[in-house]
């Protein structure tokens, strides 16, 4: 099994391409080791010694570090990663997390506009931030403000440039296409 890495715009993520489905459709984020109970994968990169977050996307995994150098982390990673998929163990126990709708808000006379929101981020925004090792995940609109909630996830949560997606990259093409839409600020869930 080879496994190749590539960097995030997120100095303290690293994106991990075990050549194999990690998830297949859809994403899991821990970012914190008891958010990871239902993830054997995702337990063992936490045993990892520096390691604060773990992301899986469909055929990637993302590992965030709040101490250590990757030079020293990497290789424990990689061997926990390969470990793991040959020994054929599941990368989560049970059903897949459903990402929550629930935390989402808008006013059901905003429901146009809010699915061309999604239609765009999903189309436009979700592909190149997956490339980055990362998600972004639509948790609102405000019509009478034409504020736009997100959430963003995996390496993009806590990136020094997130900023600067959000507000150069996502907020001007929802803008361009949508002009309800007049700013977007990011949350946590």
């Given at each position: 099994?080879?496994?190749?890495?590539e960097?995030?715009?997120n100095?303290?993520?690293?994106?991990?391409?075990?050549?194999?489905?990690?998830l297949?459709?859809?994403?899991?984020?821990?970012p914190?080791?008891?958010?990871a109970?239902?993830?054997p994968?995702?337990l063992?990169?936490?045993d990892?010694e520096g390691?604060s977050?773990?992301?899986?996307?469909?055929?990637?995994?993302?590992?965030?570090?709040?101490s250590?150098e990757?030079?020293q982390?990497k290789?424990?990673?990689?061997?926990?990663?390969?470990?793991h998929?040959t020994?054929?163990?599941p990368?989560i126990?049970?059903?897949a997390?459903?990402?929550?709708?629930?935390?989402?808000?808008y006013?059901?006379a905003?429901?146009?506009?809010?699915?061309?929101?999604k239609?765009?981020?999903?189309t436009?925004?979700?592909?190149?931030?997956?490339?980055?090792g990362?998600?972004?995940?639509f948790r609102g609109f405000?019509g009478k403000?034409g504020?736009?909630?997100?959430?963003?996830?995996g390496s993009?949560?806590?990136?020094?440039s997130?900023?600067a997606?959000?507000?150069?990259g996502?907020?001007?093409?929802?803008?361009?296409?949508?002009?309800?839409?007049n700013?977007?600020?990011?949350?946590?869930?």
């Amino acid at each position: 099994m080879f496994i190749q890495t590539e960097s995030t715009p997120n100095p303290a993520s690293l994106k991990f391409l075990p050549g194999r489905d990690v998830l297949g459709a859809g994403t899991a984020d821990f970012p914190t080791r008891e958010a990871a109970v239902k993830s054997p994968l995702a337990l063992k990169l936490f045993d990892i010694e520096g390691v604060s977050g773990v992301f899986f996307g469909s055929d990637f995994i993302t590992v965030s570090k709040a101490s250590g150098e990757w030079p020293q982390l990497k290789p424990m990673i990689l061997g926990a990663i390969m470990e793991h998929f040959t020994h054929g163990l599941p990368v989560i126990e049970g059903e897949a997390p459903k990402p929550s709708l629930d935390a989402e808000t808008y006013d059901a006379a905003d429901e146009e506009i809010v699915v061309q929101i999604k239609e765009l981020l999903d189309t436009r925004v979700r592909p190149a931030v997956a490339q980055d090792g990362g998600d972004i995940i639509f948790r609102g609109f405000e019509g009478k403000s034409g504020t736009v909630f997100l959430n963003l996830r995996g390496s993009c949560a806590g990136c020094p440039s997130s900023t600067a997606t959000l507000k150069n990259g996502i907020e001007n093409m929802l803008r361009h296409y949508i002009p309800e839409v007049n700013t977007v600020e990011a949350v946590s869930v």
